[in-house]
């Protein structure tokens, strides 16, 4: 991305639940940066369960739209899932991912000051966005003995290729340079040794022209690498991992951390920038003004270092880890007692 731009556009979409909290904050930690970062132009955008149920739709052509033509990056809230099929609805998250073509998920997980299993921990997870499980063709046929459901798990050469240059190039930036693929090939020897075989081969291919050869390549088998994440955290750097293991493996990290409320992402490809926090609509605080906003503000400051804005990131995610390591204003995820808007007015002082 060039940095060379008279103002920044950026799509705002809180969608569902807390998102709708947390989004503000994120907006906030943005217009405190002042000359760091060019003029800021917001584009409030729909979407959403909520919306659909009000409307329909879930993701209005229009929000697709100025997305696509009028904005430089974006800041997703959450989607409220429903638990059962709702006719006619899926998804918008999943839609954006493929209409804006974001097919990497990028989530640092980064403990500062005290986490739950004592041993520091400091590790992306690089999902696949865009296929596995979660090109979600479901199907259901009944039997003499019962009903019979299948899904579709969908693996390509070419996805599996550009998420691992996305983690060879993270790797290159970081102090460890190591890429850990997470898969199943022992079991999905089809699928998840296609994954495995094609990112193995990224360091070879002609057009990185030797480019990750400082970078040490690991694997290690999903399961087995839940169970490491916990005890040995520290041996992990860069993890890559296909969309559904991806997804288990940061909700678990977040853990590790202290809260979902604390981890940040960004949903990327070749044109488009999109921050998101990891958590999602937690229905279960939703109004009572106690979410964590400090996911959704980490998420603008990646977002800023994607698009080349390292200051304006760096000054964000200082402000947010002296709130954590100072301690006395959080909110109860952390163990505190703080509301949100209390924890936003403690980063933006600093900020
Ligand atoms: P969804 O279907 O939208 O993912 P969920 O029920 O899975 O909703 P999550 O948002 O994934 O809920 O959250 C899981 C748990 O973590 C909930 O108990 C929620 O309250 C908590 N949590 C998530 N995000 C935050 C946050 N920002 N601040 C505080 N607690 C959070
Ligand atoms: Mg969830």
Do not use: W
């Amino acid at each position: 991305f060039s940095t060379a731009r008279q103002s920044l556009r950026i799509g705002l979409i809180p969608a569902d639940g807390i998102g709708r909290e947390v989004i503000p904050a994120a907006k906030r930690a943005l217009e405190a940066l002042g000359s760091d970062i060019p003029r800021l132009e917001f584009h409030e955008l729909l979407a959403g369960f909520e919306l659909f149920t009000r409307t329909g739709t879930a993701l209005p052509d229009e929000t697709v739209q100025i997305l696509k033509t009028g904005c430089d990056a974006a800041l997703f809230g959450a989607v409220s899932s429903p638990s059962r099929k709702v006719a006619g609805y899926s998804s918008p998250i999943v839609a954006l991912r493929k209409e804006l073509d974001l097919y990497a998920n990028i989530r640092p997980v980064v403990s500062v000051g005290r986490n739950v299993g004592g041993k520091p921990v400091d590790l992306v997870v690089v999902r696949e966005n865009t296929e596995c499980l979660y090109v979600k063709q479901e199907t259901i046929v009944r039997t003499e003995s019962g009903r019979e459901a299948r899904a579709t798990r969908l693996i390509t050469e070419r996805a599996s290729r550009r998420i691992g240059k996305m983690a060879f190039d993270i790797a290159l930036g970081r102090p460890r340079k190591q890429v850990t693929i997470i898969h199943k090939s022992n079991v999905l020897s089809i699928t998840d040794g296609l994954f495995r075989e094609t990112i193995r081969a990224v360091p070879d291919l002609p057009e990185v022209a030797g480019r990750y050869a400082g970078v040490a390549l690991a694997e290690q088998i999903v399961d087995s690498a839940v169970y490491r994440l916990f005890r040995e955290p520290e041996i992990y750097d860069v993890m890559v991992a296909p969309n559904l293991y991806g997804d288990i493996l940061s909700d678990a990290a977040a853990a590790l951390v202290g809260s979902l409320g604390l981890v940040p992402s960004i949903n990327a490809g070749d044109e488009f920038v999109m921050g998101e926090p990891v958590h999602g609509s937690a229905p279960d605080i939703e109004g009572k003004g106690i979410a964590n906003p400090l996911a959704s503000m980490r998420s603008a400051a990646l977002m800023l270092r994607h698009l080349g804005y390292e200051n304006g990131a760096s000054r964000i995610d200082k402000a947010v880890n002296e709130v954590i390591e100072e301690g006395s204003v959080l909110t109860p995820d952390l163990g505190g007692r703080s509301s949100t808007s209390e924890v936003v007015d403690a980063v933006l002082r600093r900020i």
